[in-house]
């Protein structure tokens, strides 16, 4: 690799994150373009970006749009909008509460972005109702997602490929160690973000009451398809939870799923597809060849090994480094690569370093990476599924917009993963 390549790539990479953030283009425009740079000045062949592009990844986002596509006709997603607006009295903070508790939870037994997808279109059809503003909804959710799925070995890809890598780390650790910080930062979150949108979310009075008198059961629009819709979905989410088992990926449980619901629901094909996110999918190809580019030309590692060298081996600094910087670059990069290109280089520092037990930076690179994804809003999977549903709806979200809420929200859950770390582990 010539020194040219190595500016190339980063050159193409801050260029096409600067244009992202400025929202001149559409954000997959900017990253397709990126992507191809990379290819026609050489800097990855068309061979190496394929091999950089995470099909597990889109094939999951692919498999779970297409079941929740067709999931939505049933009317399921109104009905549960309106049993949950109802059990909150109709009141819209109580509400954003208790949709992003769910999200939490679910994330951390599915992935974030399955999570999304069932919840995102539940909260449409209730600030439809409520004639409100969803944003503040979406960015609970969001942030709910990434937080929740940081709880659990199967909650979020980094920790899926750290505990593929690192095989003493059980289901069981995760738990043990990463559930209880995770409970205090997502109370933390919850509290801040009531907050934030204390003046934002007031509805009159009659619409709450109109909201209330609303029958769930009426939203039910075809209960066979809703049957063949909740068996699909419960045997992927079992999948899910045993594919480590069976050793099959995330996505071919997904793609398996989609299938058998496209084969059993008889829903037209045309309107199938068009419930599939496409700009987003591409949107994620991009951006895998861009960080992609920068793993080849190796700068990634050098930012590892320039870790390891102002570390000096002391194992305190080592954890607070890898949390931070894991932190910051996630909010930026898709942690799925920096995760990638971390494995390698904790598991160097442990043998290089005399450093004892290492386990307290796995946990730091689990929290940092999983957390930072709350950030911005190309920082993890699900905020850019949400954005693009947004967008969808006539929302759209601004990078600045998210960033001015989420980034201190973020910082401040690294804070308290910090003191955690430290208190649990290094003291």
């Excluded at 509400?95 to 769910?102: F, K």
């Excluded at 439809?128 to 944003?135: G, S, T, V």
């Excluded at 997602?145 to 289901?171: C, R, W, Y």
């Excluded at 480094?321 to 290109?341: E, G, Q």
Aim: with cysteine; charged share 10%.
């Amino acid at each position: 690799m010539g020194m040219n390549q190595v500016w190339v790539a980063g050159i193409v990479f801050l260029l096409t994150y600067a244009v992202i953030i400025s929202e001149k283009l559409h954000r997959t425009v900017v990253a397709l373009l990126g992507a191809a740079v990379l290819l026609i000045m050489g800097t990855l062949s068309q061979e190496t970006a394929l091999h950089h592009i995470d099909f597990n990844t889109l094939g999951l986002l692919t498999g779970m749009m297409i079941i929740v596509g067709i999931t939505r006709h049933s009317g399921v997603f109104q009905y549960l909008a309106i049993v949950a607006a109802r059990w909150a009295k109709g009141e819209p903070m109580a509400i954003m509460v208790a949709l992003a508790t769910i999200t939490a939870v679910l994330s951390a037994f599915l992935d974030n972005v399955t999570t999304v997808l069932l919840i995102v279109p539940v909260t449409f059809s209730i600030t439809r109702e409520l004639k409100i503003n969803p944003i503040p909804f979406l960015i609970s959710q969001v942030l709910a997602s990434n937080i929740g799925g940081t709880a659990t070995l199967i909650g979020d890809p980094p920790n899926i490929m750290i505990g593929s890598q690192v095989k003493e780390l059980t289901f069981n650790a995760f738990i043990w160690n990463l559930t209880p910080v995770i409970i205090i930062i997502f109370i933390v979150t919850i509290y801040l973000l009531k907050w934030i949108y204390r003046k934002d979310l007031n509805v009159a009075p009659e619409l709450k009451s109109r909201l209330m008198a609303f029958d769930p059961y009426k939203e039910i629009k075809d209960p066979l398809l809703l049957k063949k819709s909740l068996l699909v979905l419960a045997l992927t989410i079992a999948g899910f939870a045993t594919h480590q088992i069976f050793h099959l990926e995330s996505a071919t449980i997904a793609m398996a799923g989609a299938t058998l619901l496209m084969l059993i629901s008889k829903v037209d094909m045309e309107k199938i597809f068009h419930e599939v996110e496409w700009p987003t999918l591409f949107f994620f190809i991009g951006l895998f060849i861009l960080v992609g580019g920068l793993v080849e030309v190796g700068i990634i590692k050098a930012m590892a090994e320039k870790s390891l060298e102002i570390t000096e081996g002391n194992l305190t600094f080592a954890a607070m480094l890898i949390l931070w910087v894991s932190a910051i670059a996630s909010a930026f990069v898709d942690n799925i690569p920096f995760v990638a290109t971390m494995i390698p280089l904790i598991k160097t520092m442990g043998q290089l370093g005399n450093m004892g037990n290492i386990e307290p930076l796995w946990w730091a690179l689990s929290l940092g990476a999983c957390l930072g994804g709350n950030g911005t809003i190309i920082g993890a999977s699900a905020n850019v599924i949400v954005a693009g549903m947004a967008e969808r709806q006539g929302y759209p979200m601004t990078f600045v917009g998210f960033m001015r809420i989420a980034f201190p929200l973020m910082i401040v859950s690294i804070i308290i993963s910090s003191a955690y770390i430290y208190l649990r582990y290094l003291l």
